[in-house]
Each structure stands twice: as C-alpha cells, then as structure tokens.
C-alpha cells in the first residue's frame, strides 16, 4: 500500500489526452511539499519528467505537464504517441514517515 | 554530463551482507544530497535511504533501518549502501540517485536474496 494513491493504468488513442493523478494526505503533498514525476521505459531506469510540482527539465516535450491542488497532484500527457507508453510514478516527501514516497505507479498503454 | 555509475549487485544468501557503490561524476557530488530507491521484480519505486551533502545526516525507509547504512567520500565522489542481515524481500534492482528538485539515476544495479 504506497502512501500515494495513484491508478493501476490509464490508456488513450494516439492524439489524445490522459492525465495520471496522485493522491496524498496532509503529511505529504498537502503539507505542501513538492511532487515530482517519473517516466519509467520497459527495462530502463526512471526519468524525471516534471520537478517542483510543474516545471520540465530540459528535454522533455511541452506535452508533458504537472499540476498540484490540495492533496492531490497530476501529470496531463497531450498528443499521446506510442513512445509514451511506459509506468509513471509521483513522489514526495512525507513528514510523518520522515522520508520519501512513491505512488504505486500507472502504466500507460497507447491503444 | 550528470552520470551514476552503480556497482557491487550479485546473488547473496539470506541473512548475508553486500556493499554496493555509486561512482559520480559530472556535478559538485559535495553539494548534494543522495539516495537509494530500489525497484522489486515487478514492483514499484521505493525509497530506502538518503544522505546530507555531507554526510552528517542520513534517513532510512524503516525495513531496512538497523541492517543497512548509507555513506559516501566526497574526495572520491562516491555513494555507499552497506546491507547486512539480508531477506528475501530486500531483492530488487537497487538506483543510486541525486536528490535535488527530483532524482537523476543511475542505471542501477540488482540484487538478489536467494539460497
């Protein structure tokens, strides 16, 4: 059971939209502490995708965005292409485990 | 180029011990905090520990606190993690990574508790 809630899968056709969501609780995300997102590729390792809640690394496409409400975090993925097809996880920090967390991760599949 | 470079991962018996290392290179490896997240067979992300910049505090997932013990050398700008009391559990591909606004990775390296 991760400390944040993510959905097991999200799929959408070649073109669209899907958004991830990633719920927290008041020691983590809604304690203001920022979220950051991964991108994981089949047999590769994770690759951060947005930082700081919504800010891109160099590199990444303007396909990809991030937002944080609340308790509650999610990335927003436009003009779905194969290639996006891969597991995405949040992250936090949590002040009453003292330490970092995931979400359980969602795998993306491109129909 | 922002690069970690993880080694020491194999095949260990429960209750046995193994080190591995994350060589740095590319940033001020002083500057930054570090971490551990591990990835089991089939499963998802896990932090298991981290470390200040300059390794006067460290911080453990609670599984692992007790057994295993984080460091780092600054003059050789690498990255620790000593895992004693091994479980079967404790299997997964282990990633070093820079703690700062999110991880960067390594490619990791993975370790298997098995008799």
């Known amino acids: 059971q991760s400390v944040l809630t993510q959905p097991p899968s999200v799929s959408g056709a070649p073109g669209q939209r899907v958004t991830i969501s990633c719920t927290g609780s008041s020691s983590n995300i809604g304690a203001d502490y920022d979220v950051h997102w991964y991108q994981q590729l089949p047999g590769t390792a994770p690759k951060l995708l947005i930082y700081d809640n919504s800010n891109r690394p160099s590199g990444v496409p303007d396909r990809f965005s991030g937002s944080k409400s609340g308790t509650s975090a999610s990335l927003a993925i436009t003009g779905l292409q194969a290639e996006d097809e891969a597991d995405y996880y949040c992250q936090s920090y949590d002040s009453s485990l003292s330490g970092k967390v995931f979400g359980g991760g969602t795998k993306l599949t491109v129909l | 180029e922002v690069q970690l470079v993880e080694s020491g991962g194999g095949l260990v018996q429960p209750g046995g011990s193994r080190r591995l290392s994350c060589a740095a290179s590319?940033?001020?490896?002083?500057?930054?905090?570090m971490s551990w997240v591990r990835q089991a067979p089939g499963k998802g992300l896990e932090w298991v520990a981290n470390?200040?910049?300059?390794?006067?505090?460290?911080n453990y997932v609670d599984s692992v606190k007790g057994r295993f013990t984080i460091s780092r050398d600054n003059a050789k700008n690498s990255l620790y993690l000593q895992m004693n009391s091994l479980r079967a559990e404790d299997t997964a591909v282990y990633y070093c990574?820079?703690?700062?606004?999110?991880?960067?990775w390594g490619q990791g390296t993975r370790v298997t508790v098995s008799s």
């Open positions: 470390i200040k910049h300059d390794g006067s505090e460290q």
């Open positions: 990574a820079r703690d700062s606004r999110g991880y960067l």
């Open positions: 590319g940033f001020t490896f002083s500057s930054y905090w």
